[in-house]
């Protein structure tokens, strides 16, 4: 790929914009397979299939409900769904962002068509004791749930389910 070349792989992710010098960050890459014939290439639509629990599998369905038992006991409030609302699609990405006493979340959701990638980027800022209590478990299971997210996405997006 030429250097300026405009490309959307070549853009920061928005996610690493919106928390600069995160606590955590990652991205997770998913290949949209070949057999998929049409490719939204909508970030926002991606976005809404990623984060909604109506794709994740069951397992990851699983912990969120545990998360939402469990939060209370160190205080921190339940999610709701609404949290992953996209706020804004700006440079060929959405962006998702919560902020909350105990921890400040953005995820980046862009798909590359040239590439046949989805990629999704997250970043976290942590406060105080409830921050660091609460992700010490979520940083281990963090990336695998991102991942099977991203790859249940994909799936039901080009029907390769």
Do not use: C, N
Not at 12 to 34: C, G, K, R, S, W
């Amino acid at each position: 790929m030429a250097e300026g070349d405009g490309s959307q792989s070549s853009t920061v992710p928005l996610a690493l914009l919106a928390i600069e010098a995160p606590d955590y960050a990652d991205t997770v890459f998913v290949a949209i397979p070949i057999a998929a014939s049409s490719l939204p290439d909508d970030p926002a639509f991606w976005a809404g299939h990623v984060f909604d629990i109506r794709s994740a599998p069951r397992w990851v369905v699983a912990l969120l409900g545990l998360r939402q038992v469990m939060v209370g006991v160190i205080g921190v409030k339940r999610g709701s769904s609404s949290v992953f609302d996209v706020d804004r699609v700006e440079d060929g990405q959405a962006l998702i962002f919560a902020a909350d006493r105990h921890l400040d979340f953005a995820a980046s959701v862009r798909v590359d068509t040239a590439h046949r990638l989805l990629a999704v980027t997250t970043s976290i800022r942590l406060h105080g004791w409830r921050g660091r209590i609460y992700f010490a478990p979520v940083s281990v299971l963090h990336g695998p749930i991102l991942r099977a997210m991203a790859r249940r996405a994909v799936q039901r997006v080009t029907g390769t389910d």
